[in-house]
Each structure stands twice: as structure tokens, then as C-alpha cells.
């Protein structure tokens, strides 16, 4: 029988106990609400060779208990203000508590900001919620990667979120079998033309990108 995985986690699956979303957004508050805040996040395990009776994520282990499982994960997001300010945060963290986090800011010009605008106006964007949790079939042995896509959109002071989750799972059987879940699938027409925008801002800034404390990015909590 198959079983439902919500974004929270699964206490089912061995390897992965727990990927949330912890809100940290006392420093947008204090500028005012985001016309649009944008964040895309992803998670990969990483498997190390340790000491015979080393212990992983939560005192789990693999098969082999020397192996030390655990989840870098990266993290980018982005801010937009009304007036066309924006601050693009991107935070990596390739060793778990010891994260690298760089921002940039600037503005929009009018046009840039009728543009984005135009793209949140969507009609089917404009009705989107979450899709339904993944749903999780029988014999996964790990979760191996997560991306998850997060969205909160001012609409008039009612504020719209979704949230889509991909994953790559192991699977018991044939050795290093995995299968892949993406609620998103159904929606990919219509977030394709914010996902293009997004990128295209990323790419403009990568340049101005620079060294920062975190600020804007919600943890990707992980254990």
C-alpha cells in the first residue's frame, strides 16, 4: 500500500528524518511586505566513510555502520518590494551549521517591475495552491535528493503561497535502483514563465553577489 510523504518528512523512511521550512522573516518585515517572495531549495545526500560505530543523522545509520549520512543543501531566494526593490539571498551549505550566504540588492526599473508583474498576473498562476504531498511508494529505502519550490505572492493583502516537491528516492531491490516524485508535474506549464524570470535574475546578479550574514532565506532544517 502506498504511503503519503508530506514536505514535514516521513518518521517511515530510514535516511531522511525531517526537511522543513523554518521562517526567518523578521528582516522583510521590518521593510515592509514582499509584492513577491521566491525561493527554490535543494537537498542531496552525501554518504561518508567514518569510525566502525559512527553514527549518522539522528544516531541512524546505513547498512554499514561506519557510513555518516547526511544532507548539503542549497538554498536561493528572492524579495520583491513594490516600489522594485529587491534583495536576492543565496545561501550553501556543503558542511551542515557552517553555511556560505552572499546577497545582493538593487531595484527594478518601472518596465522590469510591469514585467514581473505581468507574469504574477497570470490567470492560472493566479489560482495555484500546493499540489497534493507526493506520495510515497513501498520499499524506499532513502530519500537521496529533495527540491522544493516556494512561493508567497501578495495579492492585494491577501497573500497566496504553494509549494512544489521533487524528490529522488532508493528503493530496496536491484542495487542503486531510484525512482523519482514531482507533485509539480501538473503545474510545470504554468510556472514556467516565474521559473525562466527567476533565473534570469539570479544570472544578472551573480555578479554583485556578496559576502553577507544570513537574512533572508528560509533554513532548510535538516535531522
Not at 41 to 69: F, K
Not at 189 to 217: H, I, M, R
Amino acid at each position: 500500500m502506498a504511503k503519503s510523504l508530506s514536505f514535514l518528512g516521513s518518521a517511515k523512511i530510514v535516511a531522511f528524518l525531517g526537511l522543513t521550512i523554518s521562517a526567518h522573516l523578521a528582516a522583510s518585515q521590518a521593510e515592509g511586505t514582499p509584492l513577491l517572495r521566491l525561493q527554490h531549495s535543494t537537498a542531496e545526500l552525501a554518504i561518508d566513510s567514518a569510525a566502525p560505530h559512527a553514527q549518522g543523522i539522528s544516531g541512524i545509520t546505513t547498512r554499514n555502520p561506519g557510513d555518516v549520512w547526511r544532507y548539503p543543501n542549497s538554498v536561493s531566494c528572492l524579495l520583491v518590494y513594490g516600489d522594485g526593490r529587491y534583495v536576492y539571498e543565496k545561501r550553501d551549505e556543503p558542511i551542515l551549521g557552517k553555511p556560505r550566504v552572499k546577497l545582493a540588492e538593487g531595484s527594478f526599473t518601472a518596465e522590469e517591475l510591469q514585467q514581473m508583474k505581468a507574469i504574477l498576473d497570470d490567470g492560472a498562476l493566479r489560482t495555484m495552491q500546493s499540489p497534493p504531498a507526493p506520495t510515497l511508494p513501498d520499499g524506499v529505502r532513502a530519500v537521496s535528493e529533495i527540491e522544493t519550490l516556494n512561493a508567497q505572492i501578495d495579492r492585494g493583502g491577501s497573500l497566496q503561497e504553494f509549494m512544489t516537491v521533487k524528490e529522488r528516492l532508493k528503493t530496496s531491490g536491484v542495487a542503486g535502483m531510484e525512482t523519482s516524485l514531482d507533485n509539480g508535474t501538473q503545474s510545470k506549464k504554468t510556472l514556467a514563465p516565474l521559473l525562466k524570470w527567476f533565473k534570469e535574475v539570479e544570472k544578472k546578479n551573480k555578479s554583485g553577489l556578496k559576502d553577507a550574514k544570513p537574512q533572508y532565506c528560509q533554513v532548510m532544517n535538516i535531522g
